[in-house]
């Protein structure tokens, strides 16, 4: 299924807004969660760094015992008091301990003590079910004379906060996210609608033109430099196309109405002689079938010029038509072409109609005749007048060779010739049933065509009825 410009783009762009806004939350989540561990690390890197100065400045301090020397940082130097802190000898024996420390994280304390480096400290987070997770430092602190290790200091904070800021983040994302992408393809829709409406209004404007008012022109708006390049070559390309039409309509007016009079003129000549009785019997055939081709192309020059004129719009003249006379007056034209057929005519009831009477005419004598010149000798022809739901109803119904699937979509095409295995009694120009369906049309009505190869063909026509006298 194919999908409109319009929907494209904002398909595309309801897939890549939410993948950009959804990825921008997700790194910046990353980052400040990564911002909360680093500032965790950095307090603790900090507060080992000062109790390690300390006790390398004042040595005197160490004498007095380590339980008052930790009580004495996190009373004064401390700015946070660390939910760990201990002091170890070299050996990794506990020297002093300040927090409420669980009995099994103290082994995974000691672990740390044993995998520190002599010259630089260690990070770890230990994290045991049913207690909170601690981040842990552990460093040692060397005599800078004898580089020798005098105490390990081991400090940690909870990760309890980190946590529970993390649970937040992921809750606002999800939210930022969500609510993020929803108000993005809210704006990007009405961006879209106010972009393509310049375009929309050029679209509608040229729905309007047809090939019949091909003179009409895109008015001058303000628009954007894009869309005002593509008018101007609409217009330039209305211009060129109206150019065409009405040089075509021309041509093909002037020559069917410069061949009527010789035509004419030539089946007067014919139809004299064969009024004369000495004509030899081979003369005489002669002459009808040339009388024959003559009308024939009479009807092909009438056609071309009728298709000129309802191409151009023509003014209706209306009037009201009893359509049982008009098909009285039909029937007694067509006996003629009828020859070897079964022509039915069923009109028992006067039906009325507002409309042209010579167009309303040609229209079923096109029927009828594109029905004859399909139905082989012995067949039968029908055409029927009813009124119904306020319309007036014929339908000409044959048993000819019918149209295939392929040709009944497009029978009523201009120019158009059915590929039958079978030719027609006489080839035409695939005008006949183009120009009754534009006749149809012109008098508010509708035309529809329903055949069977090898069956028939049923054309029937609707048009309003009009209240009789």
Avoid: C
Avoid at 238 to 255: M, N, S, Y
Avoid at 328 to 350: H, P, T
């Amino acid at each position: 299924m194919k999908r409109s410009l319009r929907r494209q783009i904002f398909l595309w762009y309801a897939i890549a807004i939410p993948i950009l806004i959804i990825g921008m939350v997700l790194v910046t989540h990353q980052v400040m969660t990564a911002s909360l561990a680093d500032s965790v690390d950095e307090r603790l890197r900090q507060r080992s760094e000062t109790v390690a100065m300390v006790l390398l400045a004042r040595p005197e301090i160490r004498d007095e015992g380590y339980e008052n020397l930790i009580k004495l940082f996190t009373e004064e130097y401390f700015a946070y008091i660390p939910a760990v802190f201990r002091i170890s000898d070299p050996s990794g024996n506990q020297l002093a301990i300040f927090g409420d420390v669980p009995d099994p994280i103290i082994p995974l304390m000691d672990q740390q003590l044993v995998l520190t480096e002599t010259s630089k400290g260690r990070f770890a987070t230990i994290d045991i079910r049913g207690h909170e997770a601690l981040r842990i430092y552990t460093t040692p602190v060397i005599e800078p004379y004898t580089q020798k290790t005098i105490v390990v200091i081991q400090t940690g904070d909870s990760l309890a906060q980190v946590v529970t800021a993390e649970q937040q983040l992921w809750r606002y994302a999800l939210i930022v996210g969500i609510a993020g992408s929803l108000a993005a393809l809210l704006v990007g829709r009405y961006i879209l609608q106010r972009g393509f409406r310049p375009l929309d209004t050029i679209l509608g404007q040229i729905q309007e033109i047809e090939s019949k008012n091909l003179f009409v022109r895109l008015p001058d708006e303000p628009r954007p430099l894009e869309i005002q390049h593509l008018a101007d070559n609409l217009n330039s390309m209305l211009h060129r196309l109206d150019t065409a039409f009405r040089a075509r309509e021309q041509f093909v007016a002037t020559v069917s109405h410069d061949l009527r009079t010789p035509l004419t003129a030539i089946q007067g000549q014919i139809e004299v002689l064969l009024m004369q009785k000495q004509i030899e019997p081979e003369l005489r055939d002669s002459l009808e079938r040339m009388a024959k081709e003559v009308r024939r192309l009479i009807r092909m020059s009438n056609n071309l010029l009728l298709d000129v004129q309802l191409q151009s719009r023509p003014t209706l003249v209306s009037e009201k038509v009893n359509l049982k006379d008009l098909l009285g007056e039909l029937e007694r034209e067509v006996q003629v072409l009828a020859s070897g057929l079964e022509l039915k005519v069923i009109a028992n009831k006067d039906v009325f109609i507002s409309g042209d009477y010579d167009l309303l005419k040609q229209m079923l004598l096109n029927v009828v005749e594109n029905a004859i010149k399909f139905t082989s000798s012995g067949g039968t022809v029908k055409v029927a007048l009813t009124k119904r739901n306020g319309y007036a109803t014929i339908k000409v119904t044959d048993t000819g060779i019918g149209i295939s699937k392929e040709n009944l979509s497009r029978i009523m095409e201009p120019y158009y010739k059915t590929r039958t295995p079978e030719k027609s009694k006489s080839p035409g120009t695939g005008l006949g049933l183009s120009i009754a369906k534009q006749i149809a049309v012109l008098h508010a009505g509708s035309i529809e065509i329903d055949s069977q190869e090898g069956k028939g063909t049923t054309v029937q026509i609707q048009i309003p009825a009009k209240n009789q006298p």
